[in-house]
């Protein structure tokens, strides 16, 4: 059987440490793969499984949270094909309720928290949750002026010509409608048509979609919006944005508003009071899924006053009143036929289960993913074993457990290579705080063909520098040829083989003509992508952005970064910038404490010219202002706040002087509104803050 993770209570500060953040670090790379790849790789549940860890293990160990934003963050940062939108009201995300028993402590904790008797019934909303992408539409007037998707919460992108080619999405409102209004809700494809669509592409001979919510997503975000016409996309209304206004007082009654307005919503919400009614609509609900035609994952539950969900506010990323009761995932039973190892960029060795092919919840399995060694040992999956397979909507399905009763005669525990597969190196798991790291690793670094591979499609990798033409069966065939060893490699290539390359099979003068055009117009590529593209551990694309608007060009990231060591000058200044711990600020001095990546940045700096990000924000009312925060934040954390700041030009302070202009206050404020009052600094509260940089509270 397989045996639960050891407790978070359980674990010592540096493990907690290690784990988080690797766990961040898988965190931020599914929410990539979902968000702007729409090609997530892991199922939901196992996600969920992942992203709950992460916030036990912040829970107990706080301090790992301050040092973190990701559990904080909501999907991921737009892509950069789109215009960008700020929200002026925050697109939160919904904590899950698995158990019945989630439910129960969810009501508890909101009586707890409104000092509520035992016996007081809460009304609530109860509807399906809609398997699609959340958007948000603005209107003016009754006009539809701009729809921008979730990105990561704060910043969305601008599809508004797209959203204007859905029928379900009204260009009017009728009646009495506000003069501004933010309706939000979930764009998605029903059953039938993602089918249709699929057909249509095979025929087309064009990329299949994974699953409804991926082709919904991959239907919206088309940069020519009449593509986005030709797909067949849905919509239901259920929540808002701003909305200065709202024609109801209850969550139901804004609801029946937009239908009135003319927009969908879905006919299964309904009111319940308290858990028995909740848990009732629940499995009604799962009744009918199978026949509802589209997607849905769970049933959401908000609290139906709105008087009571603004006393009761967020907390991180998730309102308090409300929260997502997922379905359970599907599950089957096949047998294991091999493991193979894959090795990843950083020499990474990821274990992968071939399946016997099996029908999971209307989907045919034949990988699955089984996370590390440990992992294989804790649940002593073997070769030939008979496995129980579970997924949710997604491309890689996890194993669950081993029906032992099935286990072949004569079976042995997995042994777990000891040295690379693909260049026979040693492979071994590094000390992390006295306790062996979970991955291990292929020490061959460079001389690995499968690091130099991974490493090279990283770089050329979409939101890295993003050269078209350079896909992963090209690197494989230059790289085996030695044509591509290192990433400045591919800006010599032309010098190499630009005479030749049309003649190759499967080439043309055309195609060899574009790929040197898209490689030269990567000489110039925003700074923030050239270091995201450098493939330094724990830096992906949010971090890259915070060095690159610190360091203003790749050689000063480098001189501070070799410089940095714990405790000295440059190593507080790397630590001071957001999301930047010590260990995040460790790799990146490791990364360029190793001569062969220094020698790579200087080639590639002979190639390409790095540009400065624009500066931040210079007409918010706070920039080039200094901000201290300080006690507790209830609608944003700590981080969020700090991105914030600096997102719209200003400078965030740990402590406060006479340099400070504004100190925002939460409650439990301590010396720092002492030290504000010394300096005469003024002092502001968190709604004051959101009044004046606009992003309105709800
Ligand atoms: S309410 C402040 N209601 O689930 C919370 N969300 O995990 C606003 N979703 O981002 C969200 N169906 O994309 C809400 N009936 C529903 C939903 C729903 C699907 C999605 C939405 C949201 C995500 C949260």
Redesign the pocket.
């Known amino acids: 059987m397989a045996r639960k993770p050891v407790p978070v209570e359980q674990l010592s500060p540096l493990e907690a440490a290690a784990e988080h953040s690797r766990l961040a670090e898988d965190v931020a790379r599914h929410d990539i793969a979902y968000h702007q790849e729409d090609a997530p790789t892991i199922s939901d549940a196992a996600y969920d499984e992942l992203r709950r860890r992460l916030l036990a293990i912040e829970e107990t160990f706080p301090e790992l949270a301050r040092a973190s934003r990701i559990s904080a963050s909501v999907g991921a940062a737009p892509s950069g094909r789109f215009a960008k939108v700020q929200h002026r009201v925050p ?4 904590s899950n309720a698995f158990a019945d028993e989630d439910v129960t402590d969810f009501i508890d904790r909101i009586r707890r928290f409104l000092k509520l008797g035992d016996s007081a019934v809460i009304a609530f909303t109860a ?4 398997d699609g ?2 958007i948000s539409l603005r209107y003016e007037n009754g006009h539809l002026v701009e729809a921008a998707t ?1 990105g990561d919460g704060a910043e969305g992108e601008n599809v508004t010509a797209n959203v204007r080619t859905i029928r379900d999405v009204p260009e009017r409102l009728h009646g009495a409608v506000p003069s501004v209004f933010e309706v ?1 809700g ?1 764009i998605y494809m029903s059953h039938g048509d993602f089918a249709a669509l699929n057909a249509k592409q095979a025929e087309a001979g064009e990329r299949s979609f994974a699953n409804p919510r991926n082709a919904a997503a991959g239907s919206l975000r088309q940069q020519d919006a009449s593509i986005t016409a030709t797909r067949p996309l849905r919509f239901f209304a ?2 808002w944005g701003e909305a200065p206004d709202l024609p109801a007082d209850t969550q139901w009654g804004v609801v029946q508003a937009f239908k009135s307005w003319g927009l969908p919503v ?1 006919p299964l919400m309904q009111v319940c009071h308290g858990a028995g009614e909740l848990l009732a609509h629940y499995r009604k609900i799962e009744g009918q899924r199978a026949d509802l035609g589209y997607d849905i994952d769970g049933v ?1 539950y ?1 609290v139906n006053e709105i008087a009571l969900q603004q006393r009761l506010g967020f907390v991180s990323r ?2 308090r009143w ?1 929260i ?1 009761h997922k379905f359970s995932a599907e599950q089957a039973t096949t047998v294991l036929e091999r493991i193979d190892i894959q090795v990843g960029r950083t020499g990474a060795l990821t274990p992968v289960a071939r399946l016997k092919p099996v029908t999971v919840g209307g989907v045919v399995v034949t990988n699955a993913t089984l996370h590390n060694e440990d992992e294989i040992l804790r649940k002593d999956i073997r070769v030939g074993d008979t496995v129980v397979v579970q997924r949710a909507g997604d491309v890689i399905p996890q194993i669950v457990s081993v029906v032992l009763d099935k286990r072949p005669h004569g079976s042995h525990p997995y042994a777990f290579p000891h040295v690379c597969p693909v260049c026979g190196s040693h492979a071994e798991r590094e000390e992390k705080g006295g306790k062996a790291d979970a991955v291990r690793r292929c020490t061959g670094g460079l001389i690995c063909a499968a690091q130099r591979k991974e490493r090279l499609r990283h770089f050329v990798s979409r939101n890295a520098f993003d050269i078209e033409g350079l896909g992963d069966k090209i690197i494989e065939e230059f790289a085996d040829e030695g044509l591509l060893k290192v990433p400045q490699d591919i800006f010599r290539l032309e010098e190499k083989i630009g005479s030749t390359l049309k003649d190759r099979e499967g080439w043309g003068q055309a195609s060899a003509a574009n790929l040197f055009a898209a490689i030269n117009a990567r000489r110039r590529i925003a700074l923030d992508r050239f270091i995201f593209a450098l493939g330094i551990r724990h830096v992906g694309e949010t971090t890259a952005r915070v060095l690159a608007r610190a360091y203003g060009a790749a050689e000063k990231l480098r001189d501070q970064a070799r410089e940095a060591a714990p405790g000295n000058e440059a190593w507080d200044e790397l630590t001071s910038h957001d999301g930047i711990g010590d260990v995040v600020a460790e790799a990146i001095q490791q990364f360029f404490g190793e001569p062969h990546n220094i020698e790579v940045v200087d080639a590639l700096l002979q190639e390409v010219e790095p540009q400065a990000l624009a500066a931040a924000s210079t007409d918010s009312p706070i920039s080039g202002k200094t901000v201290v925060f300080t006690g507790a934040l209830e609608r944003m954390t700590r981080e969020e706040a700090k991105a914030m700041a600096e997102r719209l030009g200003a400078k965030v302070s740990g402590s406060v002087s006479r340099k400070t202009d504004l100190l925002v206050a939460g409650p439990g404020a301590g010396s720092k509104l002492k030290d504000a009052e010394k300096h005469g600094v003024e002092v502001i509260d968190e709604n004051e803050w959101f009044n004046r940089v606009g992003a309105a509270s709800s």
Do not use: D, F, G, T
Request: glycine share 0%; net charge positive.
């Open positions: 697109m939160l995300s919904l509807e399906p949750k809609i992408l959340s979730r939000r979930e259920y929540a879905n959401v908000k998730s309102p409300a997502a």
